[in-house]
């Protein structure tokens, strides 16, 4: 049996524990990082593809419609087969720390993986990211408001109708009845608010765009997710998860793609071929999302121009498929057609004569 540690506790970790028993001749172990802080819970967005099956059994709430908003355009998509999905996180990790212990996975604290020597260890600790990086950073609250102003089937992906003074900013909204959803005032940019500033945007927005105000807050989250390229957390340990390069550069969305990671990774072991993770991410998604960034850190205001342009030329089903990375040739180059140009060839000159960001460790 070969003992096959993995560091961390988060999504990523427990998805490939609770598929040990997919890892003929693996001897899994979940090791609790000493340093991490408490396990906090969010909602985790994803579009219900046949692939994640296993998570839309968790599913709290799914929209087969979902909006993308700007000051001078309204783009509804929408689908039946493959609706939006959101989960919460907590709820997901116990469901898959119970497959795990099923499978005969071990936990084990940090202390304990240092008295022992298996045979490989990946790890799942947040990446690194370089200075100055591209950020998506977001506060949220789950609320219940004074009046029926929400839709329970339409997700509002992106609604850009508000302060755009300190970068890319956009409303997410999550709606789990007429009056109760999930609002997160998110940014783009390399410099995380005050906490105030999230929560007077999600205010101000209730009121001016759905005349509503907050009746009861009944949960927040938070987080900052760094975007582009990233350095691994201990650049000795192999990488899984966000670690393991999964976030979607331009995006921010994972957790489908941390699915695509371990499900290439199972197969491999299949086939009788050594464990191993790869960044889930073709090239030329990572090379196109790159560019976008370029845009988006250098010239913000085009954000709602490029996401709104975006949702008008794509179906709901093409939406997907690119937010999932299974574009292809054609489906990218529909997008592009989509996009103002110039912008494009500005962000393609700022990638190539900037210099690479240090990574911080
Ligand atoms: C609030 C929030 C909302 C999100 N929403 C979405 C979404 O809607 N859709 C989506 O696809 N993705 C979303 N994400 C991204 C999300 O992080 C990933 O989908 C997923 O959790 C990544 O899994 P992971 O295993 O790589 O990392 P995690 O699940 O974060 O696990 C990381 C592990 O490292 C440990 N750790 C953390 N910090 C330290 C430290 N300093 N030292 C040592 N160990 C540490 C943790 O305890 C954990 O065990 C969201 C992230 C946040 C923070």
Sequence with gaps: MTSTHVLGDGCASLMLASRANELPGHDVTVVQPAAAPEAKDHMLG???????????????HAWPNWSIITASSHATLTSTAHPYHAMHKLEYLKGAKKAAIEHGVSFIDESEHHASSPSMVFDTRPPRAPTGAMLQHFAGME??????VFDPQTAILMDFRVDQSHGMHFMY???FSPTRALLES?????????SEYYREAIEAYLFRHHNANIQQVISKEQGVIPMGSLGLHDPAI????????AIRPASGYTFAFIHQQIEEAVERVKNGKPLKFTRPHKRVDVWMDSVLLAVLRHWPQQGPILFGRMAQSLSGEEFIRFMSGKAGWRLRFKVMMAMPKLPFIRGV????????????S
């Design 186 to 194: 998110t940014m783009f940019s390399t410099t995380v608010m005050p």
């Design 238 to 245: 192999p990488g899984l998860g966000a670690n393991g390069g």
């Design 46 to 60: 994803f579009w219900g593809t046949p692939d994640l099956a296993f998570a839309t059994r968790h599913a709290r």
């Design 173 to 175: 909204v999550l709606p």
């Design 143 to 148: 609320v219940e408001v004074d009046r029926p």
């Design 349 to 360: 000159s700022k990638m190539m004569f900037s210099r690479p960001r240090k990574v911080v």
